[in-house]
Nanobody, 114 residues
């Protein structure tokens, strides 16, 4: 089982970025999934989650700016990030929401410049 996150990069404050997570040897639609991030010196935190029936919820600091979605045809879970702030700078990962996680993978770096 492997999760591969992509779409990160350098973006100016106020800009947008779309991250994508693709699953290998698993069908992501069968799992409640989340996007997590880890900033330097900080613990990994959950920023957005989507259930198997596509219900969503967000961490307060990203509400109204980030949108998590599924594309079951492509076996992906995506994160649309708008109005980015320097404090959104982090490595972003996707994983299942349960306590038992898949292997984390390398994540994708998002750097927001002020």
């Amino acid at each position: 089982v492997q999760l591969q996150a992509s779409g990160g990069g350098l973006v100016q404050a106020g800009g947008s970025r779309t991250l994508s997570c693709v699953g290998f040897r698993i069908l992501l639609r069968n799992y409640d999934m989340g996007w997590y991030r880890q900033a330097p010196g900080k613990q990994r935190e959950l920023v957005a989650e989507i259930s198997r029936d596509s219900s969503t919820s967000y961490e307060d600091s990203v509400k109204g700016r980030f949108t998590i979605s599924r594309d079951n045809a492509k076996n992906t879970v995506n994160l649309q990030m708008n109005s980015l702030k320097p404090e959104d700078t982090a490595v972003y990962y996707c994983n299942r929401r349960s306590a038992v996680k898949f292997s984390w993978g390398q994540g994708t770096q998002v750097t927001v410049s002020s």
